[in-house]
């Protein structure tokens, strides 16, 4: 897949870029207003976003189109796009204070100390904004692929320098994000969302379960916060059978989750239980080389429950 993440300093028309870049790749756009309307079908208009739930909010959106679309992206935060996206480009346009001042004067058809005003206003507020979802307010330099300079360069000039770029790194002969490849995303991307508290409507949630151990109802109040639909111990699988075919030992993971099909397997018990569940599923995978599972172990479970917030109290796994 190619994914382009087109930013820059406020009066610079980026966007005007992002656009022609868009038309001369074929790509799709994504701009800021868009990737708006699509939060809102995903989650519904009445849905609170934090701040820091911004950029894996934008990142599941964006895996998902990724499965049919290469993507131009020009929405704040889109440069902090993680680097788990194959194909990604970041480019950043920058200008000196004079130039974008004169494109405001021509844009909004300002005087210049009007303008002059209006590009103080747009860099506070830009600023605020990637403080508040980001924890910074910039980024530098080093976190971009390509700068460009609009003092010299006309909006199809560096539209023409991101194509050349792409076609260089011969970034769309990869095709598409591949299915698999945006489920375990979206898994992790949903996890973090969940750490922020966004719960969409309608969220799978299978109440008064009878679980073996607490780890494992906790673990399922992750999977509902973001409507991740689970089985719990839905299936066994054959491991040892005796001399007559009988099967004479079974391994059965905790949870299977249908959308990325991936069975999940919560280990909290002493060492040297784990050495026995660890040679079960080695064993499983084995003779079920099909079957994706997931194994976490106590540490990883503790930092679930404290690292989402999941428990209102000190839960001991």
């Known amino acids: 897949m190619a994914l382009i993440a087109v930013s820059g300093q406020p009066g610079c028309r980026f966007e005007e870029v ?23 079908q995903e989650l519904g208009a009445e849905t609170v976003i934090p701040d820091r ?12 189109l990724a499965t049919e679309h290469h993507l131009v992206v020009c929405a704040e935060g889109a440069d902090a796009i993680s680097a788990s996206f194959p194909g990604r480009l970041r480019a950043y346009v920058v200008a000196p204070d004079s130039v974008r001042v004169g ?47 609009a ?19 011969g970034l769309p002969e990869h095709g598409f994000l591949s299915a698999a490849a945006e489920a375990q995303m979206q898994f ?24 073996a151990h607490q780890s494992e109802e906790i673990f399922a109040n992750l999977l509902d916060f973001y409507r991740i639909a689970w089985d719990y111990e839905p299936r066994s ?39 026995k569940k660890n040679r079960k599923i080695r064993l499983l995978r084995q003779l079920y080389p099909h079957i994706n599972i997931q194994v976490f172990y106590q540490k990883d479970i503790e930092n679930l429950i404290f690292k989402y917030g999941l428990a209102e109290r000190t839960v001991k796994v």
């Open 188 to 211: 992790r991307l949903r996890l973090r969302l969940a750490r922020h508290g966004v719960s969409p409507p309608g969220h799978v949630k299978l109440p008064g379960r009878a679980f």
């Open 18 to 40: 992002a656009r022609i870049s868009a038309q001369r790749l074929g790509f799709e756009l994504i701009t800021e207003s868009r990737l708006a309307n699509l939060i809102e």
């Open 103 to 149: 494109n405001l004067m021509l844009d909004r058809r300002l005087e210049r100390p009007a303008a002059r005003k209006l590009l103080q206003e747009m860099e506070a507020a830009q600023k605020a904004a990637r403080r508040r979802m980001l924890g910074r307010a910039s980024t530098p330099a080093a976190g971009f692929d390509l700068i460009l300079n």
């Open 53 to 64: 739930a911004h950029t894996p909010l934008m990142e599941s959106i964006v895996a998902h």
């Open 151 to 169: 003092e010299l360069l006309e909006s199809e000039q560096m539209a023409g320098l991101i194509e050349h770029a792409v076609q260089s790194l």
């Open 237 to 275: 699988f054959p491991i040892q059978w005796d001399r007559d075919g009988k099967v004479s030992e079974a391994f059965t993971p905790d949870f299977y989750l249908p959308e990325f099909d991936l069975y999940v397997e919560l280990t909290t018990m002493k060492q040297s239980l784990v050495t």
